[in-house]
């Protein structure tokens, strides 16, 4: 594993009829839905260490700490960014922001832990055992 502080990430959608908070069962109103906004900033953070992983190893995501600061209406490009701050062994600390083409529209931090693909879907696959 290569992965260092200072290592970004980026992700981007537009918001759409599929991505709102009424699609999302997460509020009655056609904008960026706050569960998508979440989406998009682990997608940002993953795909920022994902190459500087060994085969066979991933990372999944354990914390989000973020605010969603302003709405944005469907048809509006949004984006996610991140940044490594921390690496403490197989634990990943990022700070996480999202932007409409307005300004900032959230916020936060974001915790992952890079694990073994086999042996975490073993692990995984154990909870379907009577």
């Not at 490594?84 to 690496?87: D, K, L, S």
């Not at 932007?99 to 300004?103: C, F, R």
């Given at each position: 594993?290569?992965?260092t502080v200072g290592l970004k990430g980026r992700a981007e959608t537009v918001v759409n009829d599929s991505n709102t908070a009424q699609a999302a069962c997460s509020g009655a109103l056609p904008v960026f839905g706050t569960p998508f906004l979440c989406a998009l900033m682990e997608e940002a953070a993953w795909k920022s260490i994902a190459p500087h992983l060994e085969a066979g190893q991933s990372t999944v995501g354990t914390r989000l700490n973020i605010s969603h600061d302003s709405a944005t209406p469907v048809g509006i490009k949004v984006w996610a960014e991140s940044e490594?701050?921390?690496?403490d062994?197989?634990?990943?600390?990022?700070?996480?922001f999202a932007?409409?083409?307005?300004?900032l529209i959230g916020q936060g931090t974001h915790e992952r832990f890079v694990i073994?693909?086999?042996?975490f879907l073993a692990k995984t696959a154990k909870?379907?055992?009577g």
């Open positions: 594993m290569s992965v490594v701050t921390a690496v062994g197989k634990r990943l600390v990022l700070k996480v932007y409409d083409e307005k300004g073994t693909d086999d042996r909870k379907r055992e």
